[in-house]
């Protein structure tokens, strides 16, 4: 039987993504997953493959913004694919403060995440 990955899922991951857990995090994405970020070099962000890559990618973020937060999110999976919604805050160690919208595109393989590419506003960031 496959497993399939649930809307429900998605916001019990985000959730662990606010308390910035990242055992909990990783529990839905596959060992070969590939992550684009939100900004990089390339048109598509930077690209980012294999679950330890990834938790190191996310766990970056919780240190240079400790209180990095994702509000208001919501979800749903149709098929092998899934959307995110989100409102990204946090403050870097400057005081400099990010608020933006963005959304996750997911493809899923046996309820794992394979791909997830970010898409975020680009807004500057404000003085806190």
Request: glycine share 8%; proline share 1%.
């Amino acid at each position: 039987m496959t497993k399939t990955l649930t809307a429900k899922d998605l916001a019990d991951t985000f959730d662990a993504f606010n308390r910035h857990d990242i055992d909990t995090v990783m529990t839905h994405f596959a060992d070969d997953c590939v992550f684009y970020t939100v900004g990089g070099d390339e048109k598509f962000g930077n690209r980012i493959e294999g679950a330890e890559a990834i938790a190191a990618a996310f766990e970056a973020v919780w240190t240079s913004m400790e209180d990095a937060h994702w509000a208001h999110h919501s979800h749903f999976v149709h098929g092998d694919r899934a959307v995110s919604e989100w409102t990204f805050s946090g403050t870097d160690a400057s005081g400099m403060r990010f608020e933006a919208e963005g959304a996750d595109l997911f493809t899923l393989r046996d309820g794992k995440i394979v791909v997830k590419q970010a898409l975020r506003k680009n807004r500057p960031m404000f003085k806190a």
